[in-house]
């Protein structure tokens, strides 16, 4: 059983780093563009699965890949509704909160988005809750740290300016989404 669960989330990670590949070949047609967003609304997610560079690309994919066997509790439905649910709610932020966001690519806001809610889901068991406690101030003072001193090392190794405000809104929405998460699971197991 166990192999089985391993064996799933090693295709569902391979098939996920496939598709961000192809669709990053054709970049322009996938990233976030503030005119014309709801025309095209499939940018809504597809801006968080591509990348501004191929190392940009392969920064987020290796973290996106350590992210199952960081937390490996967490069930491949986490995965596969984190990634459909996160990218919408960073999109929908920028277009409404931070309309000077003309042009985002990326996977890094869903990425914090994801380590954040599935570190917060961790804290109810009580073996892995020092370590999400962890992951958690990593996060915080990540955001800290960008927030006061900037991303420069990052911006000039991915040739791009590092948008701060999508790990923010990523940490947020994480967090909303966990909470939503764990307020269900309650309801459900109550019945």
Same mark, same amino acid.
């Given at each position: 059983m166990q192999d089985q669960f391993l064996i799933r989330k090693i295709v569902f990670l391979a098939v996920f780093v496939s598709f961000s590949a192809c669709l990053q070949v054709y970049k322009d047609a996938f990233i976030y563009w503030q005119d014309g967003l709801f025309g095209e609304f499939w940018r809504l997610w597809t801006a968080?699965?591509?990348?501004?560079g191929w190392m940009h690309y392969f920064l987020n994919m290796l973290a996106f890949i350590c992210l +199952?066997? *960081?937390f490996p509790r967490a069930s491949l439905w986490h995965f596969v509704a984190l &990634? &459909? !649910? &996160? +990218? +919408?709610?960073i999109s929908l932020s920028f277009y409404f909160f931070l309309p000077d966001i003309e !042009?985002?690519? $990326?996977l890094s806001g869903v990425?914090? $988005?994801a380590y954040a809610s599935i570190a917060c889901v961790h804290l109810l068991y009580k073996r892995e809750r020092r370590f999400a406690a962890f992951v958690l101030l990593l996060i915080l003072s990540k955001l800290v740290w960008e927030n006061t001193f900037g991303s420069m090392g990052t911006a000039q190794l991915i040739g791009s300016p590092v948008l701060v405000e999508a790990h923010l809104l990523g940490v947020i929405w994480g967090i909303v989404l !966990?909470? *939503?998460?764990v307020i269900g699971s309650y309801f459900i197991a109550e019945k």
């Open positions: 968080h699965w591509v990348h501004v +199952p066997f *960081i &990634l &459909l !649910a &996160l +990218p +919408p709610l !042009a985002y690519a $990326g990425l914090h $988005g !966990a909470v *939503i998460y």
